[in-house]
Protein backbone atom coordinates (compact mmCIF):
# COMPACT_ATOMS: atom_id res chain seq x y z
CA UNK A 1 0.00 0.00 0.00
CA UNK A 2 1.31 3.60 -0.75
CA UNK A 3 -0.12 6.82 -0.12
CA UNK A 4 -0.02 9.29 -2.18
CA UNK A 5 -0.91 12.98 -2.10
CA UNK A 6 -1.35 15.95 -4.61
CA UNK A 7 -1.75 19.47 -3.16
CA UNK A 8 -3.46 22.25 -5.03
CA UNK A 9 -0.35 23.25 -6.77
CA UNK A 10 -0.14 20.23 -8.73
CA UNK A 11 -3.99 21.00 -9.64
CA UNK A 12 -3.68 24.04 -12.02
CA UNK A 13 -5.21 22.52 -15.06
CA UNK A 14 -6.03 19.61 -16.63
CA UNK A 15 -2.78 18.77 -18.04
CA UNK A 16 -1.33 18.26 -14.34
CA UNK A 17 -4.42 15.39 -14.27
CA UNK A 18 -2.48 13.55 -17.62
CA UNK A 19 1.07 13.59 -15.28
CA UNK A 20 -1.02 12.00 -11.88
CA UNK A 21 -3.10 9.56 -14.18
CA UNK A 22 0.58 8.26 -15.40
CA UNK A 23 2.64 8.57 -11.71
CA UNK A 24 -0.60 6.69 -10.26
CA UNK A 25 -0.48 4.17 -13.57
CA UNK A 26 3.73 2.98 -12.92
CA UNK A 27 2.71 2.32 -9.30
CA UNK A 28 3.02 -1.23 -8.25
CA UNK A 29 0.45 -2.72 -5.86
CA UNK A 30 -2.81 -0.83 -3.86
CA UNK A 31 -2.94 2.77 -3.91
CA UNK A 32 -4.57 5.54 -2.03
CA UNK A 33 -4.92 8.77 -3.12
CA UNK A 34 -5.43 12.03 -1.11
CA UNK A 35 -6.26 15.53 -2.86
CA UNK A 36 -6.58 19.12 -1.80
CA UNK A 37 -9.02 21.60 -3.40
CA UNK A 38 -8.19 22.74 -7.16
CA UNK A 39 -5.53 25.73 -7.01
CA UNK A 40 -6.52 29.12 -5.66
CA UNK A 41 -10.42 27.15 -4.88
CA UNK A 42 -9.76 27.75 -1.01
CA UNK A 43 -8.87 30.98 -0.90
CA UNK A 44 -12.19 31.90 -3.04
CA UNK A 45 -14.07 30.00 -0.50
CA UNK A 46 -12.99 31.78 2.05
CA UNK A 47 -13.56 35.06 0.94
CA UNK A 48 -16.70 34.32 -0.17
CA UNK A 49 -17.52 32.54 3.57
CA UNK A 50 -16.42 36.79 4.82
CA UNK A 51 -18.40 37.88 2.37
CA UNK A 52 -21.20 35.66 1.50
CA UNK A 53 -23.59 38.09 0.14
CA UNK A 54 -21.31 38.98 -2.31
CA UNK A 55 -20.67 35.40 -3.95
CA UNK A 56 -23.41 35.00 -5.97
CA UNK A 57 -21.16 34.52 -9.17
CA UNK A 58 -18.77 32.07 -7.31
CA UNK A 59 -20.96 28.75 -7.46
CA UNK A 60 -21.12 29.34 -11.24
CA UNK A 61 -17.35 30.37 -11.30
CA UNK A 62 -16.43 26.46 -9.65
CA UNK A 63 -18.88 24.66 -11.73
CA UNK A 64 -16.96 26.12 -15.09
CA UNK A 65 -13.43 25.83 -13.29
CA UNK A 66 -14.28 21.86 -12.56
CA UNK A 67 -15.75 21.29 -15.60
CA UNK A 68 -12.43 22.48 -17.61
CA UNK A 69 -10.61 19.60 -15.76
CA UNK A 70 -13.16 16.89 -16.74
CA UNK A 71 -15.74 18.03 -19.40
CA UNK A 72 -17.02 14.65 -19.58
CA UNK A 73 -17.72 14.61 -15.93
CA UNK A 74 -21.36 15.51 -17.31
CA UNK A 75 -21.93 12.19 -18.44
CA UNK A 76 -20.96 10.44 -15.36
CA UNK A 77 -23.30 9.25 -12.54
CA UNK A 78 -20.88 11.49 -10.52
CA UNK A 79 -22.34 14.06 -11.79
CA UNK A 80 -25.11 14.28 -9.59
CA UNK A 81 -22.86 14.12 -6.87
CA UNK A 82 -20.96 16.96 -8.27
CA UNK A 83 -24.51 18.71 -8.24
CA UNK A 84 -25.02 18.11 -4.89
CA UNK A 85 -21.47 19.82 -3.63
CA UNK A 86 -22.75 23.07 -5.34
CA UNK A 87 -26.08 23.30 -3.93
CA UNK A 88 -24.34 22.62 -0.81
CA UNK A 89 -21.82 25.79 -1.65
CA UNK A 90 -25.23 27.62 -2.22
CA UNK A 91 -27.25 26.45 1.23
CA UNK A 92 -23.74 27.11 3.26
CA UNK A 93 -23.54 30.76 1.63
CA UNK A 94 -27.20 31.56 2.34
CA UNK A 95 -26.77 30.41 6.12
CA UNK A 96 -23.09 32.60 6.30
CA UNK A 97 -25.13 35.90 4.70
CA UNK A 98 -27.92 35.79 8.09
CA UNK A 99 -25.68 34.08 10.80
CA UNK A 100 -21.89 34.52 10.23
CA UNK A 101 -21.03 32.72 13.38
CA UNK A 102 -22.50 29.46 11.84
CA UNK A 103 -19.13 27.15 11.71
CA UNK A 104 -20.78 24.48 10.76
CA UNK A 105 -22.02 26.28 7.45
CA UNK A 106 -18.79 27.32 7.31
CA UNK A 107 -16.67 24.17 7.70
CA UNK A 108 -19.20 22.77 4.84
CA UNK A 109 -18.35 25.61 2.81
CA UNK A 110 -14.70 25.59 2.72
CA UNK A 111 -14.50 21.80 2.45
CA UNK A 112 -16.57 21.74 -0.60
CA UNK A 113 -13.39 22.33 -2.94
CA UNK A 114 -11.82 19.09 -1.40
CA UNK A 115 -14.85 17.61 -2.65
CA UNK A 116 -15.36 18.97 -5.72
CA UNK A 117 -11.56 18.28 -6.28
CA UNK A 118 -12.04 14.66 -5.60
CA UNK A 119 -14.81 14.37 -7.90
CA UNK A 120 -13.15 15.55 -11.07
CA UNK A 121 -9.86 13.78 -10.09
CA UNK A 122 -11.73 10.54 -9.47
CA UNK A 123 -13.40 10.81 -12.88
CA UNK A 124 -9.93 11.80 -15.32
CA UNK A 125 -8.25 8.95 -13.61
CA UNK A 126 -11.36 6.69 -14.61
CA UNK A 127 -11.12 8.11 -17.97
CA UNK A 128 -7.43 6.87 -17.75
CA UNK A 129 -8.38 2.81 -17.17
CA UNK A 130 -7.84 3.34 -13.10
CA UNK A 131 -10.44 2.06 -11.28
CA UNK A 132 -11.00 5.46 -8.72
CA UNK A 133 -13.38 6.78 -7.26
CA UNK A 134 -14.03 9.81 -5.03
CA UNK A 135 -14.41 9.12 -1.28
CA UNK A 136 -14.81 11.90 1.65
CA UNK A 137 -12.71 11.44 4.73
CA UNK A 138 -15.47 11.70 6.64
CA UNK A 139 -17.66 9.23 5.33
CA UNK A 140 -14.62 6.98 5.63
CA UNK A 141 -14.95 7.01 9.88
CA UNK A 142 -11.36 9.81 9.56
CA UNK A 143 -12.43 11.38 13.02
CA UNK A 144 -9.93 14.73 13.75
CA UNK A 145 -9.25 15.21 17.91
CA UNK A 146 -11.29 18.60 17.67
CA UNK A 147 -14.58 20.53 17.47
CA UNK A 148 -15.08 22.47 14.29
CA UNK A 149 -10.81 23.10 14.24
CA UNK A 150 -8.73 20.35 15.30
CA UNK A 151 -4.37 20.17 15.00
CA UNK A 152 -4.62 16.19 14.06
CA UNK A 153 -6.11 12.96 13.43
CA UNK A 154 -7.28 11.43 16.48
CA UNK A 155 -5.87 7.73 15.63
CA UNK A 156 -7.53 5.45 17.66
CA UNK A 157 -10.78 6.59 16.98
CA UNK A 158 -10.47 6.79 13.08
CA UNK A 159 -8.60 3.06 13.61
CA UNK A 160 -12.16 2.11 15.44
CA UNK A 161 -14.21 3.60 12.62
CA UNK A 162 -12.47 3.14 9.22
CA UNK A 163 -14.58 1.79 7.00
CA UNK A 164 -12.45 -0.25 4.69
CA UNK A 165 -14.83 -1.77 1.87
CA UNK A 166 -14.82 2.51 0.87
CA UNK A 167 -11.27 1.66 0.30
CA UNK A 168 -11.48 -0.58 -2.87
CA UNK A 169 -10.21 0.18 -6.16
CA UNK A 170 -8.07 3.16 -6.09
CA UNK A 171 -10.11 5.80 -3.58
CA UNK A 172 -9.17 9.50 -4.21
CA UNK A 173 -9.89 10.69 -0.72
CA UNK A 174 -10.37 14.37 0.03
CA UNK A 175 -7.83 15.87 2.52
CA UNK A 176 -7.64 18.90 5.06
CA UNK A 177 -11.27 17.40 7.03
CA UNK A 178 -13.26 14.72 8.91
CA UNK A 179 -15.34 14.20 11.82
CA UNK A 180 -15.31 16.45 14.77
CA UNK A 181 -15.26 14.79 17.85
CA UNK A 182 -19.34 16.27 18.24
CA UNK A 183 -20.06 14.48 15.42
CA UNK A 184 -20.09 17.24 12.74
CA UNK A 185 -17.51 18.50 10.19
CA UNK A 186 -13.98 19.87 11.30
CA UNK A 187 -10.90 21.50 9.78
CA UNK A 188 -7.22 21.00 10.35
CA UNK A 189 -4.87 23.69 9.59
CA UNK A 190 -4.22 25.32 6.23
CA UNK A 191 -1.83 22.53 4.46
CA UNK A 192 -3.45 19.79 6.68
CA UNK A 193 -3.81 17.59 3.44
CA UNK A 194 -0.19 16.57 4.18
CA UNK A 195 -1.17 15.38 7.56
CA UNK A 196 -4.08 13.70 6.29
CA UNK A 197 -1.98 11.21 3.87
CA UNK A 198 0.27 10.28 6.29
CA UNK A 199 -2.34 9.64 9.10
CA UNK A 200 -3.92 7.21 6.47
CA UNK A 201 -0.67 6.05 5.52
CA UNK A 202 -0.62 4.90 9.91
CA UNK A 203 -4.49 3.67 9.36
CA UNK A 204 -3.49 1.36 6.36
CA UNK A 205 0.22 0.69 7.37
CA UNK A 206 1.32 1.76 4.49
CA UNK A 207 4.95 1.04 3.19
CA UNK A 208 5.42 4.89 2.13
CA UNK A 209 3.54 8.31 1.59
CA UNK A 210 4.53 10.69 -1.60
CA UNK A 211 3.60 14.30 -0.84
CA UNK A 212 3.59 15.53 -4.84
CA UNK A 213 4.29 19.02 -4.87
CA UNK A 214 5.31 22.17 -7.38
CA UNK A 215 8.81 22.46 -5.95
CA UNK A 216 12.21 20.13 -6.10
CA UNK A 217 11.72 19.21 -2.27
CA UNK A 218 13.02 20.89 1.07
CA UNK A 219 15.60 23.34 0.56
CA UNK A 220 17.83 23.93 3.82
CA UNK A 221 16.98 27.98 4.09
CA UNK A 222 13.81 29.06 3.21
CA UNK A 223 13.82 30.38 -0.68
CA UNK A 224 12.20 33.48 0.78
CA UNK A 225 16.03 34.70 1.74
CA UNK A 226 17.61 34.53 -1.90
CA UNK A 227 19.91 32.23 -0.68
CA UNK A 228 20.30 29.11 -3.69
CA UNK A 229 20.46 25.89 -2.09
CA UNK A 230 19.82 22.39 -3.40
CA UNK A 231 17.44 20.13 -1.88
CA UNK A 232 18.53 18.03 1.49
CA UNK A 233 18.00 14.54 0.47
CA UNK A 234 17.18 12.91 3.62
CA UNK A 235 15.94 14.57 6.95
CA UNK A 236 14.64 12.58 10.59
CA UNK A 237 12.09 12.61 11.69
CA UNK A 238 13.11 14.93 14.44
CA UNK A 239 14.90 17.11 12.27
CA UNK A 240 11.75 17.62 9.71
CA UNK A 241 9.56 18.13 12.63
CA UNK A 242 11.85 20.86 14.07
CA UNK A 243 12.09 22.27 10.57
CA UNK A 244 7.93 22.27 9.71
CA UNK A 245 7.93 24.46 12.74
CA UNK A 246 10.10 26.56 12.28
CA UNK A 247 10.66 27.63 8.49
CA UNK A 248 9.86 24.86 6.21
CA UNK A 249 6.80 26.26 4.96
CA UNK A 250 5.70 23.05 2.35
CA UNK A 251 5.47 20.98 4.77
CA UNK A 252 2.37 21.05 7.69
CA UNK A 253 3.75 20.92 10.93
CA UNK A 254 1.49 17.77 12.15
CA UNK A 255 2.51 15.96 8.91
CA UNK A 256 5.72 13.75 10.25
CA UNK A 257 3.79 12.67 14.03
CA UNK A 258 1.18 9.83 12.55
CA UNK A 259 4.16 7.81 10.54
CA UNK A 260 7.22 8.13 13.22
CA UNK A 261 6.31 5.11 15.29
CA UNK A 262 5.70 3.27 12.59
CA UNK A 263 8.80 4.26 10.66
CA UNK A 264 7.09 5.05 7.02
CA UNK A 265 9.30 7.10 5.04
CA UNK A 266 7.75 10.43 3.62
CA UNK A 267 9.01 11.27 0.10
CA UNK A 268 8.72 14.94 -1.35
CA UNK A 269 8.19 14.67 -5.28
CA UNK A 270 7.81 17.55 -8.11
CA UNK A 271 5.08 16.27 -9.96
CA UNK A 272 6.27 18.62 -13.01
CA UNK A 273 10.08 17.37 -12.79
CA UNK A 274 11.45 15.43 -16.16
CA UNK A 275 11.71 12.51 -13.92
CA UNK A 276 8.55 12.71 -11.60
CA UNK A 277 9.58 9.30 -10.10
CA UNK A 278 13.35 10.54 -8.73
CA UNK A 279 13.00 11.57 -5.32
CA UNK A 280 13.58 14.90 -3.96
CA UNK A 281 13.55 14.78 -0.24
CA UNK A 282 13.07 11.67 1.80
CA UNK A 283 12.01 11.75 5.69
CA UNK A 284 12.51 9.20 7.92
CA UNK A 285 13.83 7.37 10.96
CA UNK A 286 16.67 9.67 12.85
CA UNK A 287 20.12 8.25 12.06
CA UNK A 288 22.87 10.01 14.83
CA UNK A 289 25.84 8.46 13.19
CA UNK A 290 24.91 10.91 9.66
CA UNK A 291 24.45 14.24 12.41
CA UNK A 292 25.19 17.36 11.09
CA UNK A 293 24.28 20.62 10.01
CA UNK A 294 21.18 19.89 7.32
CA UNK A 295 19.17 22.96 7.28
CA UNK A 296 18.83 26.42 8.95
CA UNK A 297 15.18 28.29 9.54
CA UNK A 298 14.96 31.79 10.77
CA UNK A 299 11.76 33.27 12.98
CA UNK A 300 12.07 37.36 12.95
CA UNK A 301 10.62 38.97 15.79
CA UNK A 302 10.41 36.79 18.85
CA UNK A 303 11.11 37.43 22.83
CA UNK A 304 12.01 35.74 25.77
CA UNK A 305 10.37 35.05 28.74
CA UNK A 306 11.53 34.37 31.90
CA UNK A 307 9.97 33.09 34.90
CA UNK A 308 11.40 32.60 37.93
CA UNK A 309 10.33 29.68 40.88
CA UNK A 310 10.40 30.07 44.63
CA UNK A 311 10.74 26.39 45.41
CA UNK A 312 12.40 23.68 43.30
CA UNK A 313 9.42 21.07 44.07
CA UNK A 314 6.88 23.23 42.52
CA UNK A 315 8.81 22.56 38.69
CA UNK A 316 7.00 19.66 37.20
CA UNK A 317 3.83 20.68 38.17
CA UNK A 318 3.69 24.23 37.47
CA UNK A 319 5.57 23.55 34.07
CA UNK A 320 2.69 20.51 33.18
CA UNK A 321 -0.03 23.39 33.82
CA UNK A 322 2.17 26.03 32.06
CA UNK A 323 2.37 23.80 28.51
CA UNK A 324 -1.65 22.85 29.17
CA UNK A 325 -2.17 26.78 28.82
CA UNK A 326 -0.51 27.35 25.89
CA UNK A 327 -1.77 24.26 24.17
CA UNK A 328 -5.49 25.69 25.10
CA UNK A 329 -4.55 29.35 23.69
CA UNK A 330 -3.00 27.94 20.59
CA UNK A 331 0.53 30.30 22.07
CA UNK A 332 3.22 28.81 19.74
CA UNK A 333 6.79 28.01 21.80
CA UNK A 334 9.96 28.64 19.54
CA UNK A 335 11.94 26.80 22.04
CA UNK A 336 11.91 26.70 26.11
CA UNK A 337 15.10 25.41 28.40
CA UNK A 338 13.76 24.66 32.26
CA UNK A 339 16.48 25.03 34.85
CA UNK A 340 15.65 24.15 38.50
CA UNK A 341 14.08 27.54 39.34
CA UNK A 342 14.41 29.48 35.74
CA UNK A 343 12.34 28.94 32.73
CA UNK A 344 12.77 30.50 29.49
CA UNK A 345 10.40 30.33 26.54
CA UNK A 346 10.81 31.97 23.18
CA UNK A 347 8.07 32.57 21.49
CA UNK A 348 6.82 34.90 18.60
CA UNK A 349 6.99 38.51 19.81
CA UNK A 350 2.87 38.69 19.41
CA UNK A 351 2.43 36.50 21.71
CA UNK A 352 4.38 38.20 24.93
CA UNK A 353 1.20 39.58 26.73
CA UNK A 354 -0.71 35.76 26.45
CA UNK A 355 2.44 34.10 27.78
CA UNK A 356 2.93 37.05 30.29
CA UNK A 357 -0.98 36.40 31.67
CA UNK A 358 -0.56 32.52 31.75
CA UNK A 359 2.55 33.18 34.36
CA UNK A 360 0.27 35.31 36.29
CA UNK A 361 -2.42 33.57 36.11
CA UNK A 362 -0.27 30.52 37.74
CA UNK A 363 1.59 33.15 40.41
CA UNK A 364 5.08 33.06 38.48
CA UNK A 365 6.92 36.55 37.98
CA UNK A 366 8.61 37.08 34.55
CA UNK A 367 10.70 39.07 32.79
CA UNK A 368 10.98 40.00 28.81
CA UNK A 369 13.22 40.90 25.67
CA UNK A 370 13.23 41.35 22.32
CA UNK A 371 15.36 40.14 19.64
CA UNK A 372 15.29 40.47 15.78
CA UNK A 373 15.02 36.81 15.07
CA UNK A 374 15.80 33.05 16.35
CA UNK A 375 17.91 31.36 13.72
CA UNK A 376 18.06 27.71 14.22
CA UNK A 377 20.52 25.20 12.87
CA UNK A 378 18.79 21.48 12.18
CA UNK A 379 20.44 18.66 12.77
CA UNK A 380 23.14 20.64 14.78
CA UNK A 381 23.56 18.88 18.09
CA UNK A 382 26.28 19.81 20.88
CA UNK A 383 29.14 17.73 19.07
CA UNK A 384 28.27 19.61 15.75
CA UNK A 385 27.91 22.83 17.60
CA UNK A 386 31.28 22.70 19.49
CA UNK A 387 32.73 22.22 15.63
CA UNK A 388 31.63 25.79 14.39
CA UNK A 389 34.35 28.46 14.78
CA UNK A 390 34.00 30.71 18.35
CA UNK A 391 34.73 34.13 16.85
CA UNK A 392 32.12 33.16 14.06
CA UNK A 393 29.50 31.80 16.53
CA UNK A 394 30.57 35.62 18.65
CA UNK A 395 29.63 37.34 15.29
CA UNK A 396 25.77 35.82 15.06
CA UNK A 397 25.08 36.38 18.26
CA UNK A 398 26.08 37.48 22.23
CA UNK A 399 23.29 34.91 23.53
CA UNK A 400 23.70 31.45 25.00
CA UNK A 401 22.63 28.85 22.29
CA UNK A 402 20.13 26.87 23.21
CA UNK A 403 21.10 23.09 22.09
CA UNK A 404 18.56 20.29 21.76
CA UNK A 405 18.85 16.73 20.46
CA UNK A 406 18.51 17.71 16.88
CA UNK A 407 18.76 21.49 16.76
CA UNK A 408 20.38 24.87 17.95
CA UNK A 409 18.86 27.71 18.61
CA UNK A 410 20.51 31.37 18.51
CA UNK A 411 18.77 34.52 19.24
CA UNK A 412 19.86 37.25 17.29
CA UNK A 413 19.88 41.33 17.85
CA UNK A 414 21.18 42.43 14.59
CA UNK A 415 19.10 44.11 12.58
CA UNK A 416 20.31 42.87 9.46
CA UNK A 417 18.94 39.21 9.46
CA UNK A 418 18.84 38.41 5.90
CA UNK A 419 23.11 39.31 5.67
CA UNK A 420 23.41 37.32 8.73
CA UNK A 421 21.16 34.51 7.19
CA UNK A 422 24.29 34.67 4.42
CA UNK A 423 26.89 34.87 6.60
CA UNK A 424 25.71 31.90 8.42
CA UNK A 425 25.03 29.94 4.93
CA UNK A 426 28.39 30.69 4.08
CA UNK A 427 30.36 28.63 6.82
CA UNK A 428 27.80 25.65 7.41
CA UNK A 429 28.32 22.40 5.68
CA UNK A 430 25.14 21.98 4.11
CA UNK A 431 23.53 21.93 0.78
CA UNK A 432 24.34 25.33 -1.44
CA UNK A 433 23.79 25.14 -4.65
CA UNK A 434 27.14 25.49 -7.53
Not at 249 to 256: D, E, F, G, R, S
Amino acid sequence: MEVHKFGGSCLRDSSDLSRIAGVLGEVDGNTVVVVSALWGTTDRLMRAAKEPRYAGRLVNDLASQHLRFAPSIVEDPAYERFQRVLKGIESSLATLATDREDRNAHNLLLAAGERLSALVVAHQLKQQGLDAHAVGAEDIGLMLNGVSTADSVDLEASKAKLDMMALEGLPVITGWFGEGKDGHLALLGRGGSDHTATALAALLNASKVVLWKDVDGIHPVNPRWGIATTPVRYLGYSEAIEFANADATILHPATVEPVLKKGIPIEIKHLGATNPNQTCTTIGPDIHMTSGIKAMSCQQKVARLRASLAYVHDSPNLLSEVLQRFKAQSIRLLTYQVRDREWEFVVPQHEVNNVCNVFRDVGLEETHEYFAALVSLIGCDEATLSNIDSSELSRWTKEPVYTAQHTSHMLIQRGDVSTLMGEVMSQLPVNRAV
